[in-house]
């Protein structure tokens, strides 16, 4: 309401970048692996319906499982291979989920069978038809099915399609490499995006540690492409939808609201590069570009990797110092802990960090909250994660929800990043969270 | 080598690095000028003084905590602070027995009893003071001169009295320059205030050493700056549009800026974190109150010091603050 435009958001932190490490290197295509697990379920909503069986010979960009209804997308083998069987793989959630194990036909090529090809002239309905049916999922880490997110719902439409090039994230390089080496790509997903969603301009936000490929794509823009660039002040966690609105437009969406509210759709810069690479080939998604880094890992990189490559595989391959002791999916600030190396890279794995066993001081004391107001001046969204963590300790969920915003929190870890006390604040509003909305479920059903 | 067991944790896995602890730390490293000046200005009776309230709050600190079962908490410097200030805001030739007790009543009633660190509504420190000044008011009125030449030999003989005797005082008395004030009507120099050439509490003659801790912490992001502006600026402001409508009967606002415990109190107590209000709004309403109240006290009061008093009532109703400063939500 009373936002003044100031080319970021208000708040914010900033933890070490550790992006030289990586930034400068080019995406190599990685092997493949001996075996490749594939769950079902890397994306949020519906488990795909796997289509093969046991025992059959698949090639590469061939359809394994088709989506389950629109909350679903379908699965592509990434490598031509033999099906050695259908059973439960264990996945980052920690949860075994329905999956297909792949066993990759030695020497096997890195063609991929061509599809019916979507042209850029189909209607909407047709493009979004598309990229669901290339399997295409937000390739940021939320990995959201992104037909659904780019259909505009009824009686909302888009004036400005905001690319993210943010990647806010420590350590990761991925998008940041895809700006410089897929150019054409992004310009084409970015036609194909703006058909589907109707939106007249689109605008890339980019941070300025990535000026480089800033002053690479404004190069490259084709004439007749509404494209702008935009290029905002370094500051975590700016790579999150409603931050990087606010960044780049001023306005802020609407508490409880989606981006459409503003009349915005925003999309991930990789996400749009895989539209404009597989659409016009009619493929599905095979691989993606994943960091590998962090102070455990030997040859760190950004490597183009096939989808359900186990973590094994990948850190045999790039070499680890010493014992490996915390491995990360996604970035340190929002990624997930890895409990387990059987797991798979999914789609939405935009990086894995390690970290050796010297490097990580695990079991910091936690003190009390000393009131020091350090959460106060992190939190992008405004919210008072101090009195939120002293509520949630009181279990007083309710009030958390109705009066401190608690549904608001994105969980971008920029409180527990700052608390001097190491109290995680974020872990407490993940549980809290989750509880209200079990209570939300549990009230709608006593009342139908 | 990849077969070992993995760590696992919940995100974010990066942390800043400062600790809680190192924020302790450094508060007392802020305090150590103003607090060698003590010793220098007033010798042995500011060192027993102020070893008395720190080990007393240490120590009753880390007994709480064994006959309640749980870990000391003694090693997060807290304690230290609250001794520290405790003695620094009490008279040179106070009674040691009279500190000592002053510093266990700090931790016991000033914090243990709200939960300990981080649950205290007022500032522990004060809360000692508050309690020694209703029980010995005259001991915490009387005042020894600074920079008496055997100050680093003899102890004055009010320093050693027993408990629950009455202590005598060395004939050398000095008043304080707001005490001479309020009750001579005489204005000290503002220089001399500045610097601490008068008598006074044993920590909080020399603004300037104060005044440079607050501005190490505040450089390293431990201290709001917006709390000291807020109450120096208000007491200055107040006092000084006071004086322009009768310089007779109101002092200048250096005067009342840098006399009494007022720059110890702004830097150091009304910033303490946990008794203080969130948002930034909040700690500048804050601040105000606290200007407004000292200004209130030493004028029309009967008291010549309002530090403490205002501190302790801004305290009060710190979280009511906060929650009419709340900040205003993204997106609401």
């Known amino acids: 309401m009373f936002s003044r435009f100031r080319n970021t958001f208000k708040h914010g932190v900033h933890p070490p970048e550790h992006k030289d490490e990586t ?49 679903s997308v379908p699965l592509h083998a990434p490598v031509t291979g033999v099906l050695k069987k259908i059973a439960n793989v264990p996945t980052i959630s920690g949860k075994m989920t329905p999956g297909i194990f792949l066993q990759s036909l030695e020497g096997s090529s890195q063609e991929v069978i061509e ?124 790579g999150a939808e409603k931050m990087l609105i606010t960044s780049v437009l001023g306005v802020e969406v609407p508490s409880g609201g989606l981006p459409i509210d503003v009349n915005v759709v925003v999309i991930n810069v990789a996400t749009t590069a895989e539209i404009g690479r597989l659409l016009p080939h009619g493929r599905g998604i095979q691989e993606r570009v994943i960091t590998i880094t ?29 014992t490996i002791k915390e491995v990360y999916m996604g970035g340190p600030m929002m990624g997930v802990a890895v409990s387990n190396l059987d797991i798979s890279v999914t789609k939405g794995t935009s ?46 969920y309710d009030l958390m929800a109705d009066e401190y915003h608690l549904m608001d929190c994105f969980e971008c870890g920029s409180c527990s990043y700052v608390c001097p006390s190491h109290i995680p604040l974020v872990q407490y509003f993940r549980i809290s969270k989750s509880i209200v909305r079990k209570r939300a479920a549990k009230k709608q059903l006593t009342n139908a | 080598m990849l077969n070992k067991t993995l760590h696992i944790s919940t995100s974010p896995h990066l942390t800043k690095g400062l600790t809680t602890t190192q924020i302790m730390q450094n508060v007392v490293y802020a305090l150590l000028p103003a607090v060698g000046y003590a010793v220098y200005a007033f010798g042995l009776d500011a060192f027993l003084l102020i070893s008395s309230t720190t080990m007393a709050a240490m120590l009753t600190e880390h007994m709480l905590c064994k006959w309640s079962h749980k870990d000391s908490t003694v090693g997060d410097w807290s304690a230290v602070i609250t001794g520290l200030l405790l003695g620094m805001t009490l008279p040179p030739s106070f009674p040691l027995w009279m500190a000592f007790l002053g510093g266990v009543i700090a931790i016991a009633l000033g914090k243990y009893v709200f939960g300990g660190l981080g649950n205290n509504s007022f500032n522990p420190a004060l809360v000692g003071r508050a309690v020694l000044q209703a029980a010995f008011p005259v001991a915490i009125t009387t005042w020894s001169t600074s920079f008496i030449p055997h100050r680093f030999t003899e102890i004055s003989s009010s320093v050693l009295a027993l408990p629950f005797m009455k202590p005598t005082y060395d004939a050398v008395s000095g008043a304080t320059p707001l005490s001479a004030f309020k009750f001579d009507g005489v204005v000290a120099d503002s220089l001399d205030l500045a610097v601490g050439m008068v008598s006074g509490s044993a920590g909080e003659t020399n603004a300037l050493l104060i005044l440079l801790g607050g501005i190490y912490l505040a450089s390293r992001k431990m201290l709001n700056w917006r709390i000291p502006v807020a109450v120096i600026g208000t007491v200055y402001v107040f006092s000084a549009t006071l004086h322009l409508i009768n310089p007779e009967v109101y002092p200048s606002g250096s005067f009342m800026v840098f006399s009494g415990g007022l720059m110890l109190g702004a830097v150091f107590m009304a910033t303490d974190m946990v008794a203080s209000p969130l948002t930034s709004l909040g700690v500048v309403i804050y601040g105000i109150l606290i200007g407004s109240l000292i200004v209130v006290i030493r004028i029309w009061g009967g008291l010549p010091e309002g530090a403490m008093y205002a501190i302790l009532l801004a305290n009060a109703v710190s979280p009511h603050i906060d929650k009419l400063t709340q900040n205003r939500v993204y997106g609401t």
């Open chain 1, 23 to 71: 930034n400068g290197l080019a995406i190599r295509q990685f092997s493949f692996a001996p075996v490749i697990t594939l769950p079902t379920s890397q994306h949020l909503g519906k488990p795909s319906r796997i289509l093969v069986r046991e025992g059959q010979q698949v090639v590469r960009g061939q359809l394994l499982a088709e989506a389950d209804g629109m909350m």
């Open chain 1, 351 to 396: 990086g894995v960090v390690v970290f050796s066993e010297k490097q990580v001081t695990t079991d910091q004391p936690e003190y009390p909250c000393i009131k020091c107001a350090a959460c106060v001046d992190a939190c992008p969204l405004s919210l008072n994660p101090s009195k939120l963590g002293i509520l949630a300790k009181n279990e007083a």
């Open chain 1, 115 to 238: 599809g019916t090809p979507v042209p850029l002239d189909s209607s909407p309905e047709e493009i979004l038809q598309g990229i669901q049916n290339a399997g295409i999922v937000g390739l940021g880490g939320a990995a959201f099915p992104t037909h659904v997110k780019l259909k505009i719902p009824k009686g909302k439409h888009c004036d400005t399609l905001l690319l993210n090039g943010v990647e806010c994230e420590p350590f990761l390089t991925t998008d940041h490499r895809v700006m410089l080496e897929q150019p054409e790509d992004i310009f084409t997903g970015v036609r194909y995006v703006m058909k589907a969603t109707g939106a007249q301009k689109a605008i890339i936000g980019i941070e300025a540690n990535k000026q480089d490929a800033a002053d690479f794509l404004k190069s490259r823009i084709p004439d007749d492409l509404p494209l702008e660039v935009r290029v905002v002040p370094v500051k975590y966690p700016q």
């Open chain 1, 294 to 322: 962090g102070p455990g890992v030997k040859k760190k990189g950004n490597y183009l990797i096939p989808i359900g490559t186990p973590l094994r595989y990948i850190l045999e391959e790039v070499g680890v110092e010493g």
